[in-house]
């Protein structure tokens, strides 16, 4: 008798399964359909990208490469061309170092291009100050040091990646602008912070000594006015 039950039940489940299957066979083979679709277009994107990728990347060695040549014209055209139909990334880097060639022939423009990158939302906090130290290290000859204090002093903040930067820009535009004291100042206060990195805190020490030494000296203590009084004679 078993038997025969068990055979109703598999009949029954047979039954069930051909029932659901004639509603809503047609629906699971598309779902499956569109799977294996988007995995073999992930796939090809993936490909694409790399293949877009590995492109950029030859470029960009290509350039650095004209770059280091000396080449410095060709290697601007370069990643100029780079920074208008690379991936984002390659984009990016191209974009500096195009303003890098360039402040070597023309460092307005350079600095117009970096502010370019300084105000460009799209690649990031970091990278938009990066650009603004840049910029400033190029302005610091020739740029008043109210501009220059006007665009370093945001950066300048107690967790700024850049704050060690902008510190140092600005004490070398005060250096340059004969306010030695402050200059000295800024320079301590790059000496001051834990974080700052070894090669800077060296240069911040020499620079700092040269401040000082130019700095207009404090005014001596004013001498007593009364010389101490004399002991008076013990009594006999």
Known sequence: MADIFHEIDEDLRRERFRRLW???????????????????????????????????????????????????????AAFAEIAKDAPRGYRTLARFRAATELAATDPKAAIAAYDALATDASIGPLMQDAASVRAGLLMVDTAPLAEIEQRMKPLDTPEGA???????????????????????????????????????????ELLRTLASAQAPAAPAAAASEAAPATAAPAVQ
């Not at 809503?24 to 790399?50: C, H, P, S």
């Open 22 to 76: 004639s509603r809503y066979g047609i629906y699971l083979i598309a779902l499956a359909v569109l799977i294996v679709v988007g995995v073999a277009g992930w796939r090809g994107y993936e490909w694409w990208k790399l293949q877009q990728d590995q492109a950029a990347g030859a470029r960009f060695e290509a350039a650095l490469q004209l770059a280091a040549q000396g080449k410095t014209a060709e290697a601007e």
């Open 162 to 204: 850049f704050r060690f930067s902008a510190r140092e820009i600005i004490g070398l535009a005060q250096y340059k602008a004969g306010d030695f004291k402050a200059a000295a100042d800024s320079f301590t206060s790059i000496l001051n912070d834990g974080q700052t990195p070894p090669g800077l805190r060296q240069r911040a």
